[in-house]
């Protein structure tokens, strides 16, 4: 007999015991089913926590027993309070005065928590009836403490030159625990990057190297698991420029470096620049005849047309910061425009030298027009002035072939014009022939042609002498 012959009835056996051990324990766990969060509870130190738990059964009890224990590891759990259903509560003396339990609400309330309480609490329900059913859950609680409103230390507190030193904020808060710290620039997040550096824990925010770009309003957001509180904005001091520098004024009229006014006028001129500490240092001066000479000092300059020697002057303005030790310097063309409409195109001229250009090239594109109409509705002159350019030798070359008694009657140059078709395109280009080709009668297309016979002046005068 085959040794798996033999075994095949106890193997049937033993699967059917499963089968009923995990009926039975099915039907245990839907039972009693027991509820509790799953995720950490935070509580705040001094203040009372409730862990609540949930628990139902579909089945007849006659008794229903709630225990709770607490957790610390590696220490073992311990018991905190117990009690039946119905019957009293009994909990641990060392904890009566912390702990609370209401039944037939399994939920737990801890009073004043502390850091002690940090641990986790085990909730362990058995019910009665036919049989005890247990039903067990662990809840985990952590405890801390409020963060203040964090403040900001700001090193050096006097102010940083831009490419030339660095910035270290310090951010910290007087109570709290867990604390995590966020810097905010403008509002938003700042990240570890090319100027910025952050230590372990981002509580130190380091800008290297210092740079205009940099400037913003810094605050500082300190949180923990129960609390987060923002410091108040903070604005370190670079100092950086002069950039940009220029030279504006409320009236008159700019075109890139060049600034004109009426005469009579008084033009305020202002220049100003992008920089820190504002109220830099400027100068004016006067550029003529290859030399210049100082003005004045300050932001702005007067120009009164009646002062301006020349049509066109030059001013410049220097702009200085002590702070960084940088200056940038720029100049401006004044000139001087008559007044008056009678002027307008000499005020143009002035202001815009490329429409002189346009003018000049538009008016050469009309007159190249106009030649070439007068050239095509001009063709009887034009050929006169080809005939009569051509040397003498070229009118002995005709051959004369006609019908007259005397060939010599015919003699001379046959001009064929030919006339437009009423699409104003010639058919054939004005051409010249001599009297023997005219008699060989060759037919042109039924062009229109108008023939126009020229004698030269030495053949008239030979036949007037004869």
Same mark, same amino acid.
């Given at each position: 007999?085959?040794?798996?012959?033999?075994?095949?009835?106890?193997?049937?056996?033993?699967?059917?015991?499963?089968?009923?051990?995990?009926?039975?324990?099915?039907?245990?766990?839907?039972?009693?089913?027991?509820?509790?969060?799953?995720?950490?509870?935070?509580?705040?130190?001094?203040?009372?926590?409730?862990?609540?738990?949930?628990?139902?059964?579909?089945?007849?009890?006659?008794?229903?027993?709630?225990?709770?224990?607490?957790?610390?590891?590696?220490?073992?759990?311990?018991?905190?309070?117990?009690?039946?259903?119905?019957?009293?509560?009994?909990?641990?003396?060392?904890?009566?005065?912390k702990i609370a339990l209401k039944p037939p609400n399994a939920s737990l309330q801890?009073?004043?928590?502390?850091?002690?309480?940090?641990?986790?609490?085990?909730?362990?329900?058995?019910?009665?009836? *036919?049989? &005890?059913?247990?039903?067990?859950?662990?809840?985990?609680?952590?405890?801390?403490?409020?963060?203040?409103?964090?403040?900001?230390?700001?090193?050096?507190?006097?102010?940083?030159? !831009?490419?030339?030193?660095?910035?270290?904020?310090?951010?910290?808060?007087?109570?709290?625990?867990?604390?995590?710290?966020?810097?905010?620039?403008?509002?938003?997040?700042?990240?570890?990057?090319t100027i910025y550096s952050l230590s372990a824990n981002n509580s130190t925010l380091?800008?290297?190297?210092?740079?205009?770009?940099?400037?913003?309003?810094?605050?500082?957001?300190?949180? *923990?698991?129960?609390?987060?509180?923002?410091?108040?904005?903070?604005?370190?001091?670079?100092?950086?420029?002069?950039?940009?520098? &220029?030279? *504006?004024?409320?009236?008159?009229?700019?075109?890139?470096?060049?600034?004109?006014?009426?005469?009579?006028?008084?033009?305020?001129?202002?220049?100003?620049?992008?920089?820190?500490?504002?109220?830099?240092?400027?100068?004016?001066?006067?550029?003529?005849?290859?030399?210049?000479?100082?003005?004045?000092?300050?932001?702005?300059?007067?120009?009164?047309?009646?002062?301006?020697?020349?049509?066109? !002057?030059?001013?410049?303005?220097?702009?200085?910061?002590?702070?960084?030790?940088?200056?940038?310097?720029?100049?401006?063309?004044?000139?001087?425009?008559?007044?008056?409409? !009678?002027?307008?195109?000499?005020?143009?001229?002035?202001?815009?030298?490329?429409?002189?250009?346009?003018?000049?090239?538009?008016?050469?594109?009309?007159?190249?027009?106009?030649?070439?109409?007068?050239?095509?509705?001009?063709?009887?002159?034009?050929?006169?002035?080809?005939?009569?350019?051509?040397?003498?030798?070229?009118?002995?070359?005709?051959?004369?072939?006609?019908?007259?008694? *005397?060939?010599?009657?015919?003699?001379?140059?046959?001009?064929?014009?030919?006339?437009?078709?009423?699409?104003?395109?010639?058919?054939?280009?004005?051409?010249?022939?001599?009297?023997?080709?005219?008699?060989?009668?060759?037919?042109?297309?039924?062009?229109?042609?108008?023939?126009i016979r020229h004698i030269p002046e030495q053949y008239q005068e030979r036949q007037?002498?004869?």
């Open positions: 007999m085959r040794q798996d012959a033999f075994m095949e009835p106890f193997s049937t056996t033993f699967c059917d015991l499963q089968c009923k051990i995990c009926v039975l324990l099915l039907g245990i766990c839907s039972a009693l089913k027991l509820t509790v969060p799953s995720h950490t509870i935070r509580g705040i130190k001094g203040q009372s926590l409730t862990l609540p738990v949930d628990y139902n059964f579909n089945i007849t009890v006659s008794n229903i027993q709630i225990i709770w224990l607490f957790e610390k590891p590696p220490t073992t759990p311990i018991f905190l309070i117990g009690c039946l259903v119905n019957h009293s509560v009994v909990p641990d003396l060392e904890y009566r005065h801890i009073r004043s928590l502390n850091f002690s309480d940090e641990g986790n609490y085990i909730i362990k329900i058995n019910i009665d009836g *036919n049989r &005890t059913i247990p039903a067990s859950a662990k809840v985990q609680v952590t405890v801390d403490v409020p963060v203040t409103k964090p403040v900001i230390y700001i090193e050096p507190f006097a102010g940083v030159v !831009e490419n030339s030193g660095n910035i270290t904020l310090n951010c910290t808060v007087e109570e709290g625990t867990r604390v995590a710290y966020q810097w905010l620039k403008n509002g938003n997040p700042i990240e570890a990057g380091r800008i290297v190297p210092v740079v205009k770009e940099a400037i913003g309003n810094y605050s500082c957001l300190a949180e *923990n698991p129960v609390s987060a509180m923002e410091s108040d904005v903070i604005v370190p001091t670079i100092y950086y420029g002069p950039y940009g520098l &220029t030279i *504006n004024s409320d009236n008159g009229q700019k075109l890139g470096d060049y600034f004109t006014f009426n005469k009579g006028e008084a033009v305020q001129l202002y220049c100003s620049a992008d920089s820190n500490p504002p109220n830099i240092f400027y100068s004016w001066t006067q550029r003529a005849d290859n030399s210049t000479r100082l003005i004045k000092y300050g932001r702005s300059l007067e120009v009164v047309s009646e002062k301006v020697m020349q049509k066109t !002057e030059e001013y410049r303005c220097r702009a200085l910061n002590n702070k960084t030790g940088k200056w940038k310097e720029t100049h401006i063309f004044v000139i001087m425009m008559p007044k008056g409409l !009678e002027q307008l195109a000499q005020r143009e001229k002035y202001l815009s030298p490329l429409g002189i250009i346009c003018g000049i090239s538009l008016f050469l594109i009309v007159s190249m027009f106009l030649l070439a109409l007068w050239k095509r509705f001009q063709p009887h002159k034009v050929l006169q002035q080809k005939l009569q350019t051509r040397p003498e030798a070229d009118y002995r070359k005709a051959q004369t072939i006609s019908g007259h008694e *005397n060939a010599l009657d015919d003699f001379g140059i046959y001009e064929f014009v030919a006339f437009p078709d009423a699409a104003g395109i010639s058919r054939v280009s004005s051409w010249s022939v001599s009297v023997s080709d005219a008699a060989q009668g060759q037919e042109f297309n039924g062009t229109v042609y108008e023939v007037e002498g004869t």
